[in-house]
C-alpha cells in the first residue's frame, strides 16, 4: 500500500485530535460488533481487532511524536487532552472479559490450525488481558482503570516538567578564558554577541552541557552547571511518591508480590531475584576494573596540578585529558570526519552490504526542515520509509529513541502494509558554517536507533501485534539495536564515511585503531554506572518507597556498587524519565541483558568474518524478519545454535574477570 506523508503541524493538531477521537467511538463500536459474532474465528475476530488498533495508533503516533519532537503549547495541550481519552479506551478493552473469552475459544478451537504468528498473538493478548485485571471484580477493575489514568497523567508529567527545565536553564560565559579548550564547534554553538561583547551560553541540552563539562576547566561554573542538570525538575519529587504508590497498588491488585514481580512477568528474566543476581555478578566481576581506572585517573589528575579528590564534575574533563594522553585519541579531532550526512550515507552502504537493503531519499513532507525521509528498498522494490532527525534545537526531547508508526502487517484485504520508522537524536546542529559534526560517540547512537528501526522495518511478519518490535520481551528489545552499534568503529566500514568534511581526506588506519582502542576506554567504571542504574530501579520496585525512600536506595546502591561518589544534593532520580517517564519501569536491566545477547551476535560475525553471507541472511531471517513472532530466545537460538554467554559482555566490553 503506499505510503501517506507526515503533514501534521500545529495548524492541524487540532484537526488530528478529532480524527483520534471519532477513531477511539468508531472503534468501540466496533468490538460490540465483533462480539456479537456468533461463530467467531481468527479472521473474522482477532484479525479485525488488531487492524483497528493498528489504525487508531497510526493515528495517534503523530500526535505523541510532534509533541516531543517540536514541543509547542499547541502540541502539549492536545497530547494531554488525548491522554485521558487513549487511557480509558485501551483500559476498557484491556478488562473486557468477553474479548478475553473470544481470545481463549478461539486458541482452543483453533490450535491446530493456526501457524506461529497467529498463536504467539493469542498467547501474549491472553496474558495481556490477565495482566490487566480481566478476571477482577468491577470495584477491582475500576480501581486498576484509574490508576492507569492517574499513571498515564503522573509520568506524562514527569516527562514535560524535565523538558521545561531542561529548556529553561541558561548559564552564560563572559570569560573567553573560560572556554577556550572548547572545540570551534562547540563554541560557535554557544557564542552570541551582546552590547558589543562576545558571550557564550551553555544549556542543560546534552551536546551543550557535554561540551562544557568535557572541556571547560573552571571547576566552579562546571558544579554549577553538574548541580543545575541533576538538581532538574524539583517538582517531580512528589510525581515520583505518587508513581511508585500506583504502581505498588496495581501489583497488588494483580496478586503480585511487589511491582518487579509484575513487570518481569512478560519479560525473559521473569525474576527479581534472577535479575538482582544477574546484575550483581556484572558488578563482581567489573568492580575491581573500575577502582583501577579511577585511581588512574586520580593519578593522572593529580600529575597535572590537581588537588584533592576527584569530584563526579571533575570527571570527564580529566578523563579527555587521560584519553588524549595515553590513547592520543581527541574528540575534537574525530569530528570533523563524522559531518551528520556522510556518516548516514555511510551507514546505508554498511546496511545495504549487511542485508542487501537500499536507501533511497525522496522528497514529502516533514515535522522540520533538518528532517530526511528515505524509502527502503529489496530488490528494488520499496519495504519501509524511515524519518530522520538527527539535530539539537529547543522544544526537541533530550536523548536519542526510535519511534515506529506504522507496523509491517497484512490488512483485511491481504494487502501487505509497510512499516515506518522515525530516528530522532540530538546531535549538535548545523550553522551557516559548519555541518553537524558528530561526536564518536553519536555515531555509535545512530547506529543503535537504526538497529530499533531495522528490527521494526525488516518484519516479514503479517500479525501487526507481534510484528517488528511488537510482541519482543522488553528486556530484549535492545538487542537488535546494541548488535549494530558494535560495528560502528569497524575499520572497513569507518573507510566508507569517516572523510573530513573540509579536506576530503579519509581517517586514517591509525586513527581508526586507536579510536576502537578507545572503545573500552574507562568501560568497566561505564559498566559498573549502568548497574547503579538497573540495579536501583530494581530495588525500588520491590517495595513501596516514597520518594525519601526512592532517595535512601539509591545511596543504598551506590555504596554497595559505585567507584565515583556524588555529592548529596544529586537528585539523579528527579531526571530518571526512562523508569518514571518511560517503558523501563523494573525492566532498566534490560539494556545489560540484551547487551549480552547482542556481544554473542556480534563475535559471531567477527569470528566469521563481518560480511558472511551465511551469518549475516540467519541474523536477517532468524532474528530482524521474525519480530515479535516467537520467544527472543528461541529467536537467538535459532541464530547462535546455542543459548547467550554473559562472558561475551565482558569480552566485548575488555573486561577481565
Known sequence: MPFKPFILTNDTLERQKDAVLKKIKSNEKRVKEL?????????????????ISEELGYLFTPISHLNFVNNTKESEEVYNELLPSLTKYWTKLSQNEDIYKAFKEIRD???????????KVLKDAIKSFELSGVGLDSIKKERL??????????????????????????MIVDDHEVVKELPKSDLEAAKFEENTKIKYKFTLHQPSFIAFMTYSKD???????????????PQNEDLITKILALRDEEAKILGFENYASLSLETKMAKDPKKVISFLTKLAQKSKSQAKDELNKLQNFALSLGFEGDLQAWDIAYYSEKLKIASLDVAEEEYKPYFEKTKTVKGLFEFIKRLFKIEFEKIDTPTWHESVEVYDLLKDRKKIARIY?????????????????????????????????????????????????????????????????ALHHMLSCVDEPFVSGINGVEWDAVEFPSQFLENFAYEEKILKSFAIHYKSGEVLSDEMIRKLKKSKNFQSAMGMIRQIEFALFDMKIHLKKYDAKGVANVLKSVRDEISVIKVPEYNRFEWGFSHIFAGGYAAGYY?????????????????????????????????ILQKGGSRDALESFVAFSKREPDIESLLRLCGIKS
Open 388 to 452: 530522520i532527525d538527527l539535530e539539537n534545537r529547543k522544544g526537541k526531547r533530550g536523548g536519542a529513541w526510535m519511534n515506529d508508526w506504522v507496523t509491517r502487517h497484512k490488512d483485511l484485504e491481504g494487502k501487505n502494509v509497510l512499516p515506518i520508522a522515525f530516528i530522532v537524536a540530538n546531535f549538535s546542529p548545523s550553522s551557516k558554517d559548519t555541518p553537524s559534526l558528530l561526536r564518536a560517540d553519536d555515531v555509535v547512537t545512530l547506529f543503535h536507533e537504526m538497529g530499533h
Open 35 to 51: 462480539l456479537e459474532i456468533k461463530e467467531k474465528n481468527y479472521e473474522n475476530f482477532v484479525r479485525v481487532y488488531q487492524i
Open 145 to 170: 482503570a484509574q490508576i492507569n489514568l492517574e499513571l498515564s497523567e503522573l509520568t506524562t508529567s514527569f516527562a514535560q516538567n524535565l523538558l521545561k527545565a531542561t529548556d529553561s536553564y541558561e
Open 219 to 233: 571547576r566552579g561554573l562546571k558544579e554549577k552547571l553538574y548541580k543545575a542538570y541533576t538538581t532538574r525538575a
Open 109 to 119: 478451537n483453533e490450535s491446530e490450525k493456526l501457524n506461529h504468528e497467529r498463536k
Open 590 to 622: 534490560s539494556y545489560k541483558w540484551a547487551e549480552v545477547l547482542s556481544a554473542d551476535a556480534f563475535f559471531k560475525f567477527v569470528d566469521q568474518g563481518i560480511f558472511s553471507e551465511n551469518v549475516s541472511e540467519a541474523y536477517l531471517k532468524e
